[in-house]
């Protein structure tokens, strides 16, 4: 499994092109869109405000997920492993 993010524009004739990365190879894939509001901080966020954010039990019914905790704890060593690089 890859995990890609992506910032792009909704047109006004709401079509989605998404490009990727040269290694992600051809074939099936299965695309999750979240909608987030602009105005959405990336930082200073409560705890309330993740509740009520569009995240909040994004991947609770995933089943070829496993544990969807350890997989979110995953998701954040991988991502501050690569800040590290950058």
Do not use: N
């Not at 890859?2 to 079509?15: E, G, H, N």
């Amino acid at each position: 499994m890859k995990t890609l993010t992506c910032k792009v524009v909704i047109q006004s004739d709401r079509q989605l092109h998404i490009p990727v990365p040269e290694d992600v190879p051809p074939g099936p894939a299965e695309v999750i869109v979240v909608i987030v509001p602009e105005t959405t901080p990336e930082k200073g966020m409560t705890a309330g405000d993740l509740l009520r954010s569009p995240f909040f039990s994004v991947w609770k019914d995933r089943s070829d997920l496993g544990d969807s905790i350890e997989y979110a704890q995953e998701l954040r060593a991988k991502a501050e492993q690569h800040r590290r690089r950058e």
